[in-house]
């Protein structure tokens, strides 16, 4: 029998999230996001348990997954929103671990909300503005005095909310009181608020939710054009496969918490257990 | 150039407020304004900066706070000795620059106060806050009962819980300040509610303003697009409560002596009433209801003991004008007119809806 070693490394050692999928034009930037072993429990309940996702630079990627499998708990994780009981996130190879939400978003993460949360009693221009808050500043003086900077970061205030606004065809609607707009286009306000953050990341949560088949084909073809004029990530929550098939290159699919598959459109539409998951939520229903 | 609806609604406001104080020069010159209306002038001007200021915590930042009479009566108490010692150590007989040194200072104290409450105050969300804010407003009033302030040989003294200081009390415990030099005028209380409109109304439409409505509309979408939210509730409080210490010095330089009893919860509360009443975010509401309501007490002196039935069915009446939807239709159409737009144009943004 050999001597046993004197001093043992107690280091405990953990397989890293494989099965990664990032498109191949990414694969020699850093991942603009990597979830390790993120989970979450709410009162022994474990939401979001053992969640792995890695999105490329420029990737399209998708979360889908029946009702309370825990799509948005996952956005809420990413963003800060909760701190995570296990795990981490990696927002361009920066750990967020003990960050706040404003960090987070300062760090280049941005999302909507799937019940949408907008500043209502403002006007549509100004709530593009609040998202440029940490893009075109003056301090509170400057404001009150209406120094020249004022005047100068006011107008290039302005101008860049037009611009945003100009992508979803919405100038139009600048002086709106937001909370009168109509659901699709609250939607879609939402979004040019989250880009007027200049992420790198964007979050989706059911984008589509409440829209006809016209609006829903249009934001289609806008997800895929946003990505290309920004060159950012995009990862959204969607019940409307239509919507999923057609503009996801990843597709990462929840069920009571856990990652069950990860694939393209294809693989995913062709995965027995997937289609289970879908359809034991259909026998439910029915019930 | 087109103007910015913001830029001329705010305009509009200094108009009508320069012509309101010109119209009640005029009154009082040419003798037409009795002695009582008279008196009640610094107080209006006083308590429009109040309710103004109030607004901005609870109209524009969304917090409901009880406690604004304890930074009124911090500028009160600042502005009487700051005044008596200028007058004391540096012989400066000059009124208007000892008042406006009074009023800077109130406001500054009252802000470093409002920095202090705000620390803790604002971790709390709601009911939470506003009954903090309560206890904080009445704990400044039992410090203030404690203390004690004299000059002497154009030195200042203060002591707490013991009144053994040499010299001339300028404020001595509970019986509050001794024999201040009243220098509080008219044409300051008016300068100071154009002052305070300035400030209120630039801020709001600026990018700290509406960070601030961002975080009073929603929290977790103001957090998310990275704006702090802390901060700029901290920033509303702060800027709030040195505008009602700057209320409180030139209510305090209006009386030769004032206790802390004078800013008991109930003015809190009264200042809220001016708030509501005028509507919560209506920075005019707020112009008017304040007014209209300090003067009330004395118009309704006819009605002797009735005066406050009369001034309860009153302020009930006005909440029922205020809120009813003919009547701000007709205020929203008589407002689009003076704008010069025609009675059609819908009802939109503006100052009383920020
Ligand atoms: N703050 C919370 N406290 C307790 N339980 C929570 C909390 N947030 C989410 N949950 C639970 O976590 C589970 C996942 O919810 P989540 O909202 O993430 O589902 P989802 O996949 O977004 O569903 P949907 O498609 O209906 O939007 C649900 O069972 C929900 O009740
Ligand atoms: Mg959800």
């Known amino acids: 029998m050999s001597e046993r070693p004197k001093r043992r490394s107690t280091t405990k050692m953990v397989p890293m999230p494989s099965q990664a999928i990032i498109p191949e034009r990414d694969v020699h ?135 945003l606004l100009d992508i979803f065809g919405m100038q139009d609607l600048a002086d709106e009181v937001a909370g009168s707009l109509p659901y699709g286009v609250q939607r879609r306000l939402e979004i040019v608020r989250a880009l007027a953050t200049d992420p790198k990341l964007l979050l989706l949560d059911e984008p589509a939710a409440g829209m006809n088949p016209h609006e829903t084909e249009e934001l289609m073809e806008n997800i895929a054009k946003i990505r290309d004029r920004f060159q950012i990530a995009i990862l959204l929550i969607e019940h409307d496969m239509s919507l999923v098939m057609g503009v996801c290159e990843g597709i990462c699919v929840l069920n009571f918490g856990r990652v069950i598959a990860k694939g393209t459109a294809d693989e995913i539409q062709a995965n027995p257990v997937v289609i289970e998951a879908y359809l034991g939520k259909k026998k439910e229903a029915a019930t | 150039m087109k103007l910015k609806r913001s830029t001329v609604d705010a305009l509009t406001s200094y108009g009508i407020v320069i012509a309101a104080f010109v119209i009640a020069q005029l009154l009082i010159s040419s003798g037409s304004m009795s002695r009582a209306l008279q008196g ?96 904080f407003g009445e704990i400044i009033r039992s410090v203030v009962n404690c203390l004690y302030f004299s000059l002497d040989a154009g030195r200042l003294y203060v002591s707490f819980n013991s009144p053994d200081i040499p010299g001339k009390m300028i404020v001595s415990g509970p019986a509050g300040t001794k024999a201040i030099k009243t220098i509080a005028t008219f044409p300051a209380g008016f300068v100071l509610i154009l002052f305070t409109l300035f400030i209120v109304l630039n801020l709001i439409n600026s990018r700290s303003g509406r960070a601030i409505k961002a975080s009073r509309d929603n929290r977790i979408a103001a957090e998310a697009v990275g704006v702090n939210v802390t901060k700029y509730k901290m920033m509303a409080f702060v800027i709030s409560a040195m505008l009602a210490g700057m209320a409180g010095a030139l209510y305090g330089l209006n009386f030769s002596t004032f206790t802390a009893a004078k800013f008991k919860f109930d003015t809190s509360i009264l200042v809220l009433v001016f708030v509501v009443l005028g509507g919560i975010g209506n920075i005019w509401g707020s112009i008017v209801a304040a007014a209209l309501l300090t003067v009330l007490p004395e118009l309704l002196r006819a009605f002797s003991d009735y005066r406050m039935l009369v001034y309860a069915i009153v302020l009930i009446l006005v909440m029922l004008a205020t809120n009813s939807p003919v009547l701000r239709g007709l205020f929203a159409r008589l407002a689009n007119l003076l704008r010069g737009k025609g009675a059609d144009a819908p009802e939109k943004g503006g100052i009383s809806r920020v």
């Not at chain 1, 989970?39 to 969640?51: M, P, S």
């Not at chain 2, 006083?46 to 109030?54: D, H, K, P």
């Open chain 1, 29 to 163: 930037d850093i991942p603009v996001l990597e979830a390790r072993h993120l989970g979450i429990e709410f009162g022994g309940l474990k939401a979001v348990d053992d969640f792995n996702l890695t999105i490329g630079k420029t990737e399209i990627a998708g979360l889908i997954g029946p009702n309370g499998a825990g799509k948005t708990t996952v956005f809420n994780l990413l963003t800060k929103v909760y701190e995570p009981t296990t795990g981490a996130v990696l927002i361009n190879g920066r750990d967020l671990h003990g960050l706040s939400i404003v960090q987070a978003s300062k760090l280049g993460i941005a999302r909507t909300f799937q019940n949408i949360r907008l500043f209502d009693k403002m006007t549509v221009e100004e709530n593009v503005r609040i998202g440029l808050h940490n893009q075109i500043k003056y301090d509170m003086l400057s404001g009150i005095l209406r120094l020249p900077r004022y005047w100068k970061q006011e107008k290039r205030q302005h101008e860049k909310a037009m611009e």
């Open chain 2, 40 to 135: 009640q002038m610094i107080p209006i001007c006083v308590y429009i900066v109040m309710a103004v200021s109030l607004n901005l915590v609870v109209g524009i930042s969304g917090e409901l706070s009880l406690g604004h009479a304890g930074f009124m009566s911090v500028g009160a108490f600042t502005g009487a000795i700051v005044s008596t010692w200028l007058l004391g150590a540096f012989n400066m007989e000059n009124t208007t620059l000892r008042l406006l040194f009074a009023i800077i200072a109130g406001g500054l104290v009252a802000a470093v106060a409002g920095v202090l409450i705000g620390i803790p105050v604002l971790r709390l969300r709601g009911d939470y806050l506003a009954i903090v804010t309560l206890a």
